[in-house]
């Protein structure tokens, strides 16, 4: 059904286009689909107004190549989509509509209007979310279900990770030009003379290449020793909130926007961690063996009540002799002796068995599971990365693929 509604809204615009003294140009074909003069328009107003860029002639002129490699790229997701019977509802599109109109900070249920008086058509706003919706599906049915990551690798990354413990980490968004693109080093100086902070999202959805998942874009930390040496130095001096210059690497043009930057904390190897909440029960230095017997008891009957740090934390704040809380994860070398006794074997959200001490009677409990060693802790945020970095390369391997075996014609802009 939506099919036949994209199709008659198609028919009506170029009828319309006609209709009012356009001349209708083929600039594309795409197999069978064609991509007309129109439809370049249409996307290319489109573009300009999300980015909140002027409608200038000299600056309509230098995207309309990548405005058009969009284009096409787009009629390829959605036709091999639809080969493969992949298909989005109408409520999924309209959810993303939401989205932009919440990050457009404009009414709910009011773009397409909004943006019918500027002259840009229901259609082209709906094919742009429609052809991402698809191809998200499409990756995830081909590709990224059935990413796997050898533990070697893991292991490998982990060890050059040990290595380079302590160094600064970078969260970035960034507008990619593929230097497979023609007069890519033209395109991305364009886009970089005018991109600003408000608009760099929306811009690099609109021309980045490469894998660009909805809503996804600031979710992006890189440590340095895995960045390229181009891009490490073009963003070392940049303040949180900077936008790097057209940057170069093997692969293509980057422009960085630098969200945050940490230090990593210096990794030690093998390590035993422990997350801990504790309860104290204060007694006095001359021993009181009456109210020593009492809160042992008192601890031995929370035992059988109390599940899970937020319910000892809890109880701690409610019963006036208590003293504590969550103490966060402590290395094994940092816990004495007696305390790792009453820890062996012990469950996670249990309390312990009394333990006492000069300060008084404690009783511990694990917020979660210990950590046997580092790579224990670090070993699915480093898989995370590495599934990341194996799907993109393989949806730009898919997306290349997919481009040979069709037949596409450009004609003269």
Same mark, same amino acid.
């Given at each position: ?238 303040? %949180? ?6 940057? @170069?690497?093997? !692969?293509?043009?980057?422009?960085? +926007?630098?969200?945050? #930057? $940490? *230090? ?117 945020? %480093? ?6 970095? @194996?799907?993109? !390369?393989?949806?730009?391997?898919? +997306?290349?693929?997919? #481009? $040979? *075996? ?8």
């Amino acid at each position: 059904m939506l099919n036949l509604i994209l199709t008659t809204f198609s028919i009506f615009f170029i009828l319309n286009s006609i209709v009012v003294g356009y001349e209708v140009k083929i600039v594309a074909k795409v197999n069978n689909e064609i991509i007309t003069n129109i439809d370049l328009e249409n996307r290319l107003k489109l573009a300009l107004e999300l980015s909140n860029l002027p409608n200038e002639s000299e600056l309509r002129e230098r995207l309309k190549p990548r405005v058009l490699d969009s284009l096409i790229d787009e009629a390829l997701k959605i036709q091999e989509a639809n080969r493969l019977g992949i298909f989005v509802t109408n409520k999924e599109v309209t959810d993303q509509i939401n989205i932009l109109e919440e990050r457009l900070k404009i009414e709910k249920n009011t773009l397409l209007k909004e943006y019918k008086i500027k002259e840009i058509p229901e259609i082209t706003i709906i094919n742009q979310i429609r052809s991402q919706l698809l191809w998200e599906k499409l990756l995830y049915g081909i590709i990224i279900k059935n990413v796997t990551v050898s533990e070697k690798k893991i292991s490998e990354t982990y060890d050059l990770l040990l290595k380079k413990s302590g160094e600064t980490e970078y969260n970035i968004s960034e507008i990619f030009i593929s230097s497979d693109n023609l007069e890519a080093e033209e395109r991305v100086n364009s886009i970089y003379t005018r991109v600003n902070n408000q608009n760099f999202l929306l811009l690099a959805e609109q021309f980045s290449d490469g894998v660009v998942f909805l809503g996804n874009l600031r979710n992006n930390w890189a440590r340095e020793s895995l960045l390229d040496e181009n891009i490490k130095r073009g963003i070392f001096e940049l303040d %949180i909130g900077e936008i790097s210059q057209p940057l @170069k690497s093997s !692969s293509g043009y980057h422009i960085i +926007l630098l969200n945050d #930057k $940490r *230090k990593t904390k210096k990794i030690k190897e093998n390590q035993t961690i422990y997350d801990l909440s504790q309860i104290l029960f204060k007694t006095d230095n001359k021993v009181d063996t009456n109210s020593e017997a009492y809160y042992i008891e008192f601890l031995l009957n929370l035992k059988n009540i109390i599940t899970g740090c937020n319910d000892l934390n809890k109880l701690i704040e409610e019963i006036p002799e208590g003293y504590g809380g969550q103490l966060g994860k402590i290395e094994a070398k940092n816990i004495e002796k007696k305390f790792l006794t009453a820890l062996k074997d012990l469950s996670v959200g249990k309390l312990s068995d009394a333990i006492l001490t000069e300060d008084g009677i404690h009783g511990l409990m694990l917020c979660s599971p210990v950590t046997n060693n580092t790579y224990d802790e670090f070993k699915n945020s %480093i898989e995370a990365n590495l599934r990341r970095s @194996k799907i993109d !390369s393989a949806a730009q391997s898919l +997306l290349s693929r997919i #481009k $040979r *075996k069709a037949l596409i014609e450009i004609n003269n802009l």
